[in-house]
T-cell receptor
């Protein structure tokens, strides 16, 4: 199984600022995803970040708001830009182990925007 | 479009009692089905998954789930709940076709919060 770490684990930010969340995997993976879990809600897919290609965003999410980098097969970043209180959520990174068709999740980054 | 419904937002059981968490899905093709557990302050841990074959699947921590195609259900069960099982449980559905453009994109249910009384 893949072991995923995220930094920071939590942060409190002021509105209008940006935060970059890092995701590190202990093995090389092609497919990586970013999800958002708003307070009391389920998980919603933000974007797919595959190495060697531009991130693809789900409906309702745009690159200007959530720019993603995927410089190699073990690392990705998600930036939450120009934050507002509505961006307060847990952001989770996930990867797929294609050999077992199993998706693993990181511990999440809990973001609070004041 | 695919969707997942977990009808029970919150369930309370006594320790040692049996448990069943309901999950209904809507999916246009053969789905991959998953149950994840999220403990407070933790990420999601995979309990079990169903791809094909035997419709009763065994997972970790003594959990099992049964896929019923005719009912579009994938209910999670445990014969005897432990206090450490208190957490939020998510059912999820994903596409079956590895390599397809939607591969790995999971749709989650709203979650069921499990409280365990001593």
């Amino acid at each position: 199984s893949a072991v995923i770490s995220q930094k920071p684990s939590r942060d409190i930010c002021q509105r209008g600022t940006s935060l970059t969340i890092q995701c590190q995997v202990d093995s090389q993976v092609t497919m990586m995803f970013w999800y958002r879990q708003q307070p009391g809600q389920s998980l919603t897919l933000i974007a797919t970040a595959n190495q060697g290609s531009e991130a693809t965003y789900e409906s309702g999410f745009v690159i200007d708001k959530f720019p993603i980098s995927r410089p190699n097969l073990t690392f990705s970043t998600l930036t939450v830009s120009n934050m507002s209180p509505e961006d307060s959520s847990i952001y989770l990174c996930s990867v797929v182990d294609t050999s077992t068709d199993t998706q693993y999740f990181g511990p999440g980054t809990r973001l609070t925007v004041l | 479009a695919q969707s997942v419904t977990q009808p029970d937002i919150h369930i309370t059981v006594s320790e040692g009692a049996s448990l069943e968490l309901r999950c209904n899905y809507s999916y246009g093709a053969t789905p991959y089905l998953f149950w994840y557990v999220q403990s407070p302050g933790q990420g999601l841990q995979l309990l079990l998954k169903y791809f094909s074959g035997d419709t009763l699947v065994q997972g970790i921590k003594g959990f099992e789930a049964e896929f019923k195609r005719s009912q579009s259900s994938f209910n999670l069960r445990k014969p005897s709940v432990h206090w450490s099982d208190a957490a939020e449980y998510f059912c999820a559905v994903g596409p079956h076709n590895a390599g397809g453009t939607s591969y790995g994109k999971l749709t989650f249910g709203q979650g069921t919060i499990l409280t365990v009384h001593p």
